[in-house]
Structure formats: structure tokens, C-alpha cells
T-cell receptor
Framework: AQRVTQPEKLLSVFKGAPVELKCNYSYSGSPELFWYVQYSRQRLQLLLRHISRESIKGFTADLNKGETSFHLKKPFAQEEDSAMYYCALGGYNKLIFGAGTRLAVHP | EAEVAQSPRYKITEKSQAVAFWCDPISGHATLYWYRQILGQGPELLVQFQDESVVDDSQLPKDRFSAERLKGVDSTLKIQPAELGDSAMYLC?????????????FGQGTRLTVV
């Protein structure tokens, strides 16, 4: 069965601090992994996907198959990064989501 | 910019009544998803369509929920009868195809409150 685990419900940091939002997955095949973000009063939208190996808004995520993880990182958090972040796994023709982590960046 | 449209935005219904939600995906998108999001949790996949065919509905409570996408374009999700535990945000999403590395685009959702 496929499963996505985001262990932290809330991550609170100060502006300029590094950020790491954790995501672990369970899947027997080759996973397609994504980070989606939901800013206040906006719809859920794609932030980045592992296949693109890109940096979006300063965020990066590396797939670690050995640890079955896909953590989201940013070296210097900004106040506008405050949002809900969801890790998602595509596999077995399904797209499933973790429970989400709320990132709060304080001035 | 094309967006996924959902209506209504908010719905309050009494327990045991019927309720329906509508979704219009981005034009040309073959895959359509319905998710349920309970407060404090992540989106849970209820049903996935590829064109007009159901690809997955393993998490759809079929005794009370039904979904259709008759012409492979817009879709309706129905609940009959509604129960208190159905109160949640219902999200619709679409993607260009069913490939698992394809981005899903989400609507703004329908917030259902069952009283």
C-alpha cells in the first residue's frame, strides 16, 4: 500500500532561519513525489516535483530512496512562505497526500 | 489562465438530505479527481476518472456517495443521504493525463456542513 507521512503538524521558525519539512513515503515501486502548497485563502497548487529537480521560490527537495524520504528544504525562510505544505505520492494510478505541515514564519 | 471550477463554494444541508457538487475541469484534461479533506487532515482521494471511466473509487463510500463524468468533461459528486461525518471540504482536481508525474490543478473546493 502507498502511504505518505508528514510527522509535524506545525513548524514555527523566524525569518531567515533554515526550514526543513519532513516527508516519508511507503511505496514498493518507483515513486513520483511532489510538494503542494496552500497559501491563505488560495487553492492548493504544485510547488515542485522530484522529477524536475528544480528549485522553486528557494525550496528544494531531494528524493532519498534508501530512507524513503522527500524532505522539503529552504536555507532562509521568508514571511511569505507561511502556508500549508502537503507532500504527495503518485503511484498505482493514484495521487495521495500526507496530512500536511503548517509552516509559520515569524518576523 | 484556465482554472478548475467548482460549485457551490459553500453548502449547508440537514442530515439525511441529498447534496450534489459540480466540477468543471480545465479544458482538455483527461483525468479528474475528487478528494475529501476533513479539517486538519490531508486530501483523501475518493474517486478518479480517466475521461468518462472510473479508474479508482476504492475509498468512495458507495452506499451513499456516487460520482459521474458522463461526457468525460464535467463531473458531479452526490451524497445521499448526508451524515454529520460528511462535513468536510470537497476538492476537485484535474490533470492533463493520468501519468503520475503530471501536475494536478485544484479547484477552490466546496465546503459542506451537515447539521
Amino acid at each position: 500500500a502507498q502511504r505518505v507521512t508528514q510527522p509535524e503538524k506545525l513548524l514555527s521558525v523566524f525569518k531567515g532561519a533554515p526550514v526543513e519539512l519532513k516527508c516519508n513515503y511507503s511505496y514498493s515501486g518507483s515513486p513520483e513525489l511532489f510538494w503542494y502548497v496552500q497559501y491563505s485563502r488560495q487553492r492548493l497548487q504544485l510547488l515542485l516535483r522530484h522529477i524536475s529537480r528544480e528549485s522553486i521560490k528557494g525550496f528544494t527537495a531531494d528524493l532519498n530512496k534508501g530512507e524513503t524520504s522527500f524532505h522539503l528544504k529552504k536555507p532562509f525562510a521568508q514571511e511569505e512562505d507561511s502556508a500549508m505544505y502537503y507532500c504527495a505520492l503518485g503511484g498505482y494510478n493514484k495521487l495521495i497526500f500526507g496530512a500536511g505541515t503548517r509552516l509559520a514564519v515569524h518576523p | 489562465e484556465a482554472e478548475v471550477a467548482q460549485s457551490p463554494r459553500y453548502k449547508i444541508t440537514e442530515k439525511s438530505q441529498a447534496v450534489a457538487f459540480w466540477c468543471d475541469p480545465i479544458s482538455g484534461h483527461a483525468t479528474l479527481y475528487w478528494y475529501r479533506q476533513i479539517l486538519g487532515q490531508g486530501p483523501e482521494l475518493l474517486v478518479q476518472f480517466q475521461d468518462e471511466s472510473v479508474v479508482d473509487d476504492s475509498q468512495l463510500p458507495k452506499d451513499r456517495f456516487s460520482a459521474e463524468r458522463l461526457k468525460g468533461v464535467d463531473s458531479t459528486l452526490k451524497i445521499q443521504p448526508a451524515e454529520l461525518g460528511d462535513s468536510a471540504m470537497y476538492l476537485c482536481a484535474s490533470s492533463r493525463d493520468g501519468a503520475m508525474n503530471t501536475e494536478a490543478f485544484f479547484g477552490q473546493g466546496t465546503r459542506l456542513t451537515v447539521v
